[in-house]
């Protein structure tokens, strides 16, 4: 008679590590993922003023306005979307802040500009907010104006 | 008849497998949520309630006007222009004291502008957005609310 059989019947047991871990690691996985897609602040030299007399971002919702140097030209971009700095692009921006006013208008708009760029290149961009406040028919849109805090400034 | 255990010779091990697996698990995971970012700090820059005026942007009374100048390595010419005042300024910390003195506060005797008064950035052709925001920042820390940007010449 063999060993086996002498041992009466087999039994199943499930090994649950490997299942917890493979749980984790998706877990760990959709989380990383769901922030991901919802980022919309690509890395900005932001100014670095000193003694900057500022106040915190905060943690609400904001419409972050991107004015990216590229070359000679800008790039400038809201979440996902891109425009560029001619006229039509900047009627697009304009057009794209406009629905986002009207569906919330005390969502606050804040402009995140490289600090290297000239300032008629940014200027425009503080137009189209303006000019999207004026048709989305906002009564008060705060725009915020975005730098580094000294602190951690002086810390580089 | 049953061996025991100990005439088995039982061996207590740790089993090190799962454990290697969370430790890793987790070390995966702070290091991908952790951020190196800075924290952004802002500037409010209200634009007026509508029905006043025509532009958005424009500010209501004659502004107090920081000039702010081209970079030249690490100086930057600024000026500060208003009806009967036009002053320069060696930096931005000057610039701040400066306007600071000239804002009507207990204990100032000669200042000239309210807190509320319009303070214009107006950054030279050329000039950087850096300096452009130097100079706001100046006029925020000089106690005043109501700065805003001038429109660029292209």
């Not at chain 1, 019947?9 to 993922?33: K, Q, S």
């Not at chain 1, 028919?137 to 810390?155: F, K, M, P, S, Y």
């Not at chain 2, 969370?22 to 007026?48: A, G, I, K, M, S």
Request: proline share 5%.
């Amino acid at each position: 008679m063999s060993l086996l059989h002498a041992r009466g019947p087999a039994r199943i047991d499930a090994n649950m590590t490997p299942l917890i871990d493979l749980a984790f690691l998706l877990i760990v996985f959709f989380i990383l993922v769901a922030r991901m897609g919802g980022e919309q602040l690509p890395p900005v030299s932001l100014p670095e003023p000193r003694h900057a007399a500022t106040t915190s971002a905060g943690s609400r919702p904001r419409l972050a306005v991107n004015v990216i140097a590229n070359g000679d030209r800008t790039i400038l971009s809201l979440g996902a979307k891109k425009f560029s700095d001619d006229d039509s692009g900047l009627r697009g921006l304009a057009e794209a802040i406009a629905q986002r006013i009207r569906r919330d208008p005390t969502l606050p708009v804040d402009i995140r500009a490289d600090r290297s760029l000239r300032y008629d290149k940014v200027e425009p961009a503080l137009r189209a907010i303006a000019q999207a406040a004026s048709q989305a028919g906002a009564e008060r849109v705060t725009i915020r104006v975005c730098a580094l805090d000294e602190r951690q400034a002086n810390h580089e | 008849m049953n061996r025991s255990r100990a005439a088995r010779g039982f061996k207590l091990q740790l089993a090190m497998t799962p454990m290697i697996d969370v430790v890793f698990l987790l070390l995966v995971f702070f290091v991908c949520t952790v951020r190196f970012e800075r924290n952004e700090q802002v500037y409010r820059l209200d634009l007026p309630s509508r029905g006043t005026t025509a532009d958005p942007l424009a500010l209501q009374d004659s502004p107090l006007q920081i000039v702010v100048g081209i970079r030249d390595g690490d100086r930057c010419s600024i000026e500060l222009r208003a009806d009967g005042v036009r002053q320069t300024a060696e930096n931005f910390d000057t610039l701040a004291k400066a306007m600071e003195q000239m804002r009507r506060q207990s204990g100032v005797a000669n200042g000239l502008f309210e807190s509320s008064h319009p303070i214009l950035v107006v950054p030279s052709a050329g000039s950087q957005w850096q300096d452009a925001v130097e100079g706001f920042n100046a006029a925020v820390r000089a106690g005043y609310a109501n700065i805003g940007f001038a429109e660029s010449k292209r």
